[in-house]
């Protein structure tokens, strides 16, 4: 009678340290899950592409994310690109250096874009240098962009025109990030680049 008496009271006691050491070891045990779990997939988020080279402030020289005014056909001081200082090293260090045709411009909606141009370009025959992407470009062009408002004026009427792309793909935030510099499809240019072309060869 003294047994079954005290199972009962022993059973129900909120002091019982057999229970409790159990109880807190099964939290901990949840707590570790979830902030190694929490840990894991923010470290994968933030983690850059260690195989491509980080976007320096001489890369942005080279591949500023801007399309040339030239482009919309504004050149008021007759740019020559065989004087062209960066062009020699912008062909050289460029992923790819292709012709393209725009093929649509189009507002990027939401509060986080601020009203960024998407623009797509379908590159046009062989490429002047590098290797020709086996899909179309997206280019994309944020308000703070020098050449926001050339895009923004030039519109649905600039879809079809044709521009030389240079490229090239440097860490981002996460995965890669496709830096360009876009100049005005003349003879004058194609010819430069191909002059530079040869430069590939020592990098």
Known sequence: MLEAKGDPAVESSPGNPIRSLA?????????SVLV???????????????????YSPEAAVLFDDVLAPA???????????SKDPKL???????????????????RIGGVEHHGAYEITLDPVGAA????????PIVLRVPATNPSYTWVDGAGAHWVGSQLIVFA????GDPGAALHFRCEPDTPDMRAAVDRNAGLRLLR
């Open 23 to 31: 109880r807190r070891r099964l939290a901990a045990a949840l707590v």
């Open 36 to 54: 190694t779990a929490c840990a894991g997939s923010h470290g994968d988020a933030a983690t850059p592409d260690a195989s491509l080279p980080a």
């Open 71 to 81: 482009v919309f056909g504004f050149d008021p001081e007759g740019r020559t690109p």
């Open 88 to 106: 020699k090293e912008r062909t050289r260090q460029a992923e790819f250096v292709v012709v393209a045709r725009v093929e649509t411009v189009s």
């Open 128 to 135: 002047l240098a590098g290797d020709k992407p086996s899909e």
């Open 168 to 171: 090239r793909h440097y860490q």
